[in-house]
């Protein structure tokens, strides 16, 4: 009966027991993976929407009017005028691109984060891991 015990003992503490600590890890790391993707997956919808409101901005203020036409005035003449502030179209479009590229550059990352939960996520063999 010892040495049944004893062989069981062995056979748990070199076989079994990295085989626990492994599923261990894997499922911390799969679920630090699956979190960091969630988080990632949040990025690229706010910088989609961000996306559609530079577009949004830009296709009905092309001026880029910045809706503070009464608040100052001034002296031109012997007349008091309302200022109208206006921000170039150039601004307009370019607050776009950024917007496009700060989307991209979201969407790789999101990209990268699916790829990481493959990588954590998937079970293989423990017996190869080690």
Known sequence: MGVRF??????????????LGYAELWDFNCTEAVSLLKNAQDQVVQKHDQLQQAKFSLRHNPKGFDGCSRKRRGFQGAEIHCIRHQLPQ?????????????????????????????????????????
């Open 6 to 19: 004893s062989i069981f003992l062995m056979m748990f503490l070199f076989v079994g027991a990295p085989m």
């Open 90 to 130: 150039a601004q307009g479009l370019r607050e776009v691109l950024v917007a496009q590229r700060n989307l991209e550059s979201a969407t790789l990352n999101f990209t990268k984060q699916v790829q990481e939960v493959l990588r954590q996520c998937t079970v293989s063999d423990p017996l190869k891991v080690r």
